[in-house]
């Protein structure tokens, strides 16, 4: 079993940046892969980030791309999700995701969740 619990959301204006965390907890950490996906009401989870237990492959949804940055530390059991440049689209709950393989975009495929963090960008 492992614990994922998310943190680093809030309310920010629209170019701003945020820096979310997601501590783990349970089996050893550096055994899974990551990832960020997140979701708007009414909408589907939609795959953000993903980063590999060596931190080495990496891949990011185009919506994100050269604005987000994932990366994680195995000593501290955290994973980061960087968002610069934030726009109003980027809003929605932001949650953390582990696997016990290879990085996948797709959410059926993660077996750990957190609770989610409440990202909110005005304009």
């Known amino acids: 079993q492992v614990q994922l619990v998310e943190s680093g959301g809030g309310l920010v204006q629209a170019g701003d940046s945020l820096r979310l965390s997601c501590a783990a907890s349970?089996?050893?950490?550096?055994?899974?892969?990551m990832a960020w996906f997140r979701q708007d009401p009414g909408k589907e989870r939609e795959f953000v980030a993903a980063i590999g237990w060596s931190g080495r492959s990496t891949n990011y949804a185009d919506s994100v791309k050269g604005r987000f940055t994932i990366s994680r530390d195995n000593a501290k059991n955290t994973v980061y999700l960087q968002m610069n440049s934030l726009k109003p689209e980027d809003r929605a709950v932001y949650y953390c995701?582990?696997?016990?393989?290879?990085?996948?975009?797709?959410?059926?495929?993660?077996?750990?969740w957190g609770q989610g963090t409440q990202v909110t960008v005005s304009s």
């Open positions: 995701a582990a696997r016990g393989a290879n990085i996948a975009v797709d959410a059926r495929l993660y077996t750990y």
């Open positions: 349970g089996r050893p950490f550096s055994f899974y892969a």
